[in-house]
């Protein structure tokens, strides 16, 4: 009996001994309900590895990404690291997919992770995360990037034999001239904007402007850049002539995919982002550019009619094409005709329809842009007040976000 004794003792200590055996000392402080947790975790991990590779997994991301299922991306995702913690491919990813569901932190900790796996192999990690800071630290990763772009692209070079062209669409993840240019489009931005009081930001600005046309000459961000520059230092014809050569790069071919209603891959990828297209219009507005600035609003308002800005900028510049007929007219010191009078009457209740969806948008969106509200309201009152018959507001969206002054709606230009 003794013995039976000393044996069942002997087993106790052994399973003791094993308890804690589970990645870190840690595991014994844990309550039962997150020790569960824990080896449920683990079998899930071991069951996902045995079911699924970590290319299968990534290519279920990616299908979730394209299909803009971001959360279940991330399941996906997270599933691929589970697996195997070091994936580039899959920290990548997973900082991509957390970029696009507002989570910044998890953005940063995965592309940071990505960073120090491999400092550099890889551009896009520092190209988001240049994208999620500001000030100096965006300029630090975007130059980091750059850094590592240009050392890809020499190896490419150097890969290639003398005389034979790279087919660009044989690997479209091998880094390109253009990437580059975009590169430093977004350096010559952050010197334009955020860190515009440095001293020297405006020589700074140019040269990164410059450095952009020079990996990548028709890119259309760039001669975009370079006349926002040249509009700041007050050389506006010089401005208008690079905003209309970049316009010039991508909208008639927009137009045309429009009226045949294709959306070939080409013209879509040449087009620049929303936002960028919005400051053209702005830019275009400017320089009394008008119909050329209605045709880029009409697309933007196409692509998505909820933005208060668009709809905003669509009825000013409305008012300034009105405004400029009447002027001529009095300048020229006759009588009114009647195709002139349709043509106001046309113009101003097109301004008056627009700048109504702008307001009732801008109450069901819950903005803060007062300034806009203000000149909205004042135009209005100009051209006769709200349009009757207008759509009603429809309902809010469950998941709809209020527009902030940094997402929405910059302030009104100046008139």
């Given at each position: 009996?003794?013995?039976?004794?000393?044996?069942?003792?002997?087993?106790?200590?052994?399973?003791?001994?094993?308890?804690?055996?589970?990645?870190?000392?840690?595991?014994?402080?844990?309550?039962?309900?997150?020790?569960?947790?824990?080896?449920?975790?683990?079998?899930?991990?071991?069951?996902?590895?045995?079911?699924?590779?970590?290319?299968?997994?990534?290519?279920?991301?990616?299908?979730?990404?394209?299909?803009?299922?971001?959360?279940?991306?991330?399941?996906?995702?997270?599933?691929?690291?589970?697996?195997?913690?070091?994936?580039?491919?899959?920290?990548?990813?997973?900082?991509?997919?957390?970029?696009?569901?507002?989570?910044?932190?998890?953005?940063?900790?995965?592309?940071?992770?990505?960073?120090?796996?491999?400092?550099?192999?890889?551009?896009?990690?520092?190209?988001?995360?240049?994208?999620?800071?500001?000030?100096?630290?965006?300029?630090?990763?975007?130059?980091?990037?750059?850094?590592?772009?240009?050392?890809?692209?020499?190896?490419?070079?150097?890969?290639?034999?003398?005389?034979?062209?790279?087919?660009?669409?044989?690997?479209?993840?091998?880094?390109?001239?253009?990437?580059?240019?975009?590169?430093?489009?977004?350096?010559?931005?952050?010197?334009?904007?955020?860190?515009?009081?440095?001293?020297?930001?405006?020589?700074?600005?140019?040269?990164?402007?410059?450095?952009?046309?020079?990996?990548?000459?028709?890119?259309?961000?760039?001669?975009?850049?370079?006349?926002?520059?040249?509009?700041?230092?007050?050389?506006?014809?010089?401005?208008?002539?690079?905003?209309?050569?970049?316009?010039?790069?991508?909208?008639?071919?927009?137009?045309?995919s429009a009226a045949s209603s294709t959306t070939e891959e080409d013209v879509q990828n040449d087009i620049p982002p929303y936002e960028s297209r919005i400051t053209t219009s702005k830019l275009l507005i400017e320089s009394e550019e008008y119909e050329t600035?209605?045709?880029?609003?009409?697309?933007?308002?196409?692509?998505?009619?909820?933005?208060?800005?668009?709809?905003?900028?669509?009825?000013?510049?409305?008012?300034?094409?009105?405004?400029?007929?009447?002027?001529?007219?009095?300048?020229?010191?006759?009588?009114?005709?009647?195709?002139?009078?349709?043509?106001?009457?046309?113009?101003?209740?097109?301004?008056?329809?627009?700048?109504?969806?702008?307001?009732?948008?801008?109450?069901?969106?819950?903005?803060?842009?007062?300034?806009?509200?203000?000149?909205?309201?004042?135009?209005?009152?100009?051209?006769?007040?709200?349009?009757?018959?207008?759509?009603?507001?429809?309902?809010?969206?469950?998941?709809?976000?209020?527009?902030?002054?940094?997402?929405?709606?910059?302030?009104?230009?100046?008139?």
């Amino acid at each position: 009996m003794g013995g039976q004794a000393k044996g069942k003792k002997k087993t106790k200590a052994k399973k003791k001994e094993n308890r804690p055996n589970r990645g870190d000392l840690g595991f014994v402080n844990l309550t039962p309900q997150e020790r569960m947790k824990v080896r449920m975790h683990e079998k899930a991990k071991k069951k996902t590895a045995e079911k699924y590779s970590v290319q299968q997994l990534l290519e279920k991301t990616e299908e979730c990404m394209d299909s803009f299922d971001f959360e279940m991306a991330g399941l996906f995702c997270q599933r691929a690291l589970d697996v195997e913690s070091t994936n580039l491919q899959a920290l990548d990813m997973l900082g991509h997919i957390y970029s696009e569901l507002g989570d910044t932190q998890k953005a940063k900790g995965a592309f940071l992770r990505a960073v120090e796996l491999s400092p550099d192999i890889g551009h896009s990690k520092y190209m988001y995360l240049g994208q999620i800071h500001t000030g100096k630290e965006a300029v630090d990763y975007y130059t980091r990037g750059i850094q590592v772009l240009l050392s890809a692209l020499e190896k490419q070079e150097t890969a290639t034999p003398a005389g034979a062209a790279a087919l660009p669409d044989e690997n479209s993840e091998l880094p390109t001239a253009k990437d580059v240019s975009v590169a430093y489009c977004s350096i010559a931005e952050i010197y334009l904007t955020d860190l515009c009081m440095e001293e020297g930001a405006a020589d700074k600005c140019r040269e990164f402007i410059e450095r952009a046309l020079q990996y990548h000459h028709d890119n259309p961000e760039a001669l975009q850049l370079m006349a926002s520059y040249l509009f700041s230092t007050e050389r506006n014809q010089e401005g208008k002539e690079y905003l209309l050569k970049s316009v010039g790069m991508w909208l008639p071919a927009q137009k045309q995919s429009a009226a045949s209603s294709t959306t070939e891959e080409d013209v879509q990828n040449d087009i620049p982002p929303y936002e960028s297209r919005i400051t053209t219009s702005k830019l275009l507005i400017e320089s009394e550019e008008y119909e050329t600035a209605v045709d880029v609003l009409e697309g933007l308002l196409e692509e998505d009619d909820e933005v208060v800005q668009v709809w905003y900028l669509s009825g000013w510049v409305c008012y300034l094409q009105w405004e400029k007929a009447k002027e001529q007219q009095e300048r020229e010191g006759r009588e009114v005709t009647q195709e002139e009078k349709e043509e106001w009457k046309a113009l101003t209740e097109a301004a008056r329809s627009y700048l109504t969806n702008a307001k009732k948008l801008y109450s069901k969106l819950r903005c803060d842009d007062q300034l806009m509200l203000e000149h909205v309201e004042q135009l209005l009152g100009e051209l006769g007040g709200e349009m009757e018959g207008e759509e009603e507001e429809p309902d809010l969206d469950e998941d709809y976000e209020p527009c902030s002054d940094e997402d929405e709606a910059e302030a009104p230009m100046e008139h």
